[in-house]
């Protein structure tokens, strides 16, 4: 039994790995909009559903032939699940040529894009992840051919095995993205893939087994306390919809605290994995008592639920780890044991069965993220999300019958009402983050909640999921008139990736022209009038048009030319999926999208060493000439970057060509008051990017499979 733990923790390990890698990927290549980045996670669990139910199918007849059916079918899925290691790179960069060729000379509608690019990923990726699924069922039928005594739980004894794995692709694959990249790190799955494949036939040549051509074992007596046999498939999707739509607001709620890179993701989700493995650990170790729910078990469910509303409290002064384990782990325990004990129950060591039962859960783990993301959240926020998964629980835990605790049916009634109670009293007692804000206007949508926060110029912020992006600058507007001022020509159009608080855009609609301004969060622009009393006005200018898509994605399906192209990636400079604005090839879609001579301006806050050298080189190997400014606050970073020359230019002479309306925004704020000095204190702070790279000159080149930014614990340790 030991070689078939060995399997499910290095496939387990693989299988998160592919996820995350193929994920970034898709994102480069389509889009990293949340409908898009729901569709390709859908594709993921829905392939795993589809291949755990048909798998289940297949070992039931391939269990009746040979003794060895079972690990030769699991060996054969595991080579095939490791080849996808090298061809879904190729699939991915294959669909995004088909999808550019059907667009033509007009670009597609965001929707219809979507619904393109997800039907390839459906054909590119779903394949694979059904292998995924299919090897719980072909496990099972080895272990019924070779371990018939152990096979009525072994679903629970390969589900501990997969999550330990799990808990390790978490982490393993940060480091090797940062000292590699994502291909690489593909290759290193497919060497696990690999060696289990060679490791599961090596083991089916030990010895022939008799097939299994008898029905499956007998099911042993059912405690009164087990739930019939029609509510366990229901039981067992709950725990999908709730563990996995839980999981999206975890993100939400924790994002003040543990930020937007990729390790805070990583933090969140290596928490509930091993809080889930050492409640999947419980069960096993007391299987013999493990058949018993009770109405309080049920209550307690719901009540853990609702703990990252205490947890996330921000008048709680708690470390982060204490709020991340407060938070997580309860919950994630009681999933992690509840999940096979159900499966367990349900299938008594049956392929077949298993695979029906571990599809629906993991039809549960689909419907979970897209309740929550597109219909709770938006509609009624973190609180009211987490009651409504929370609440069917705390239903059942007051009408379930059982005698599942000493003294019989009404002090289980008593202590199941008592925690109830429990979860009222701490729903209506935790406070949100955002109402420690006066004065504000919250706005939700399926990507973000929305905070406009501050009653002057100087308190005025935006915030999103808790993380402060922007205040009142005169660097937002420096990022639009120095490039337009630096223009050799008239300028006619500009786009700006990222709206903001809308200053950037503002600015260049001052100039008399026009502005298309991307933002991927709806609710981001609905803020623009809480910022600037002009924003109605401005809105409805003909020059101005608002578009809400991936800034990247927009930028390629785009047929027009821009005479400056505008990036003000919100901070910090280290949030995942950033580098996705920052890359070779992002900065290779821009040129085809600049007019001959355009401009394009792209900010860089403040990073570590690494990043400033992996952007300087990144532009440097992009555009033949490009020149660098300190920002007029003293922090962050202006990059000019042009096919043509960017020809030295006195402040004086590029306030000259500035109109009447650019000069008076350029100086709205200070800290100067005339245009001529505001320019000059940016012109003075004038760096090379030869100095950039000095500051690191191993450091690659930024790139979509390099992303520098986002992954440096290994250098920052090393420093």
Partial sequence: MLWFYFFFLVSGFCSILYEIVWLRLAMAQFSVSTPFVSIVLAVFMLGLGAGSWF??????????????AGLRLYALTELLIGTSALLVPLELALGRGLVSRLAGSAPLDAGVYHLVAGLWIALAVGPWCACMGATFPFAMLAIRQRFPEKSERSFSYLYLANISGAVLGTLVPLFLVEAAGFRATLRFGLMGNLSVALCALWLARRGEVQPVSAPAPAEPAVPAAQPERRWMLSLVFATGLTTMGAEVVWVRLYTPYLGTVVYAFAAILGTYLLATYLGSGLYRWRMANAGELSGLWMAAIGLTVLLPLLACDPHWHWAKAVRVALGIVPFSMAAGYLTPMLLDAFSRGDPKRAGVGYAVNIAGCVAGPLVAGFLLLPLAGERMALLSFALPWLGLGLIWKTQGVRGGVVPARWAAAATVAAALVLLAAARSYEQQYQPRKVLRDHTATVVAAGATRQDKRLILNGVTTTNLTPITKFMAHLPLAFLPYQPQKALVICFGMGTTHRSVLSWGIQSTAVELTPS??????????????????????????????????????????ILDPPPPVEAAASSLLYSKEFYAAAKQRLKPG??????????????????????????????????????????????TAIP????????????????????????????EEQLAAVLRQELSLEELVALSPRTPALTDDRPINEYYLLRRWRW
């Avoid at 070992?59 to 060895?68: I, L, V």
């Avoid at 952007?615 to 606050?633: C, G, M, N, Y």
């Fill in 55 to 68: 798998g289940g199918r297949w070992a039931e007849k391939a269990g009746q032939t040979t003794g060895t």
């Fill in 524 to 565: 981001v622009p609905a803020m623009f009038s809480w910022f600037h009393a002009d924003a109605g006005q401005l809105t409805a200018s003909p020059l101005s048009r608002i578009v809400i898509d991936d800034g990247r994605a927009y930028l390629e399906r785009a047929r027009e030319r821009f005479d400056v192209i």
């Fill in 598 to 643: 355009g401009i394009l301006q792209q900010w860089l806050p403040e990073g570590d060493q690494a990043i400033y050298a992996a952007v300087a080189k990144a532009l440097d190997e992009s555009f033949p000439h490009a020149r660098v400014f300190q920002s007029v606050e003293g922090w962050g970073h202006h990059f000019l970057a042009s096919e």
């Fill in 648 to 675: 030295l230019q006195s402040a004086a002479a590029l306030a000259a060509r500035m109109p009447e309306r650019a000069a008076a925004d350029l100086t709205e704020w200070g800290p100067h008051a005339a245009p």
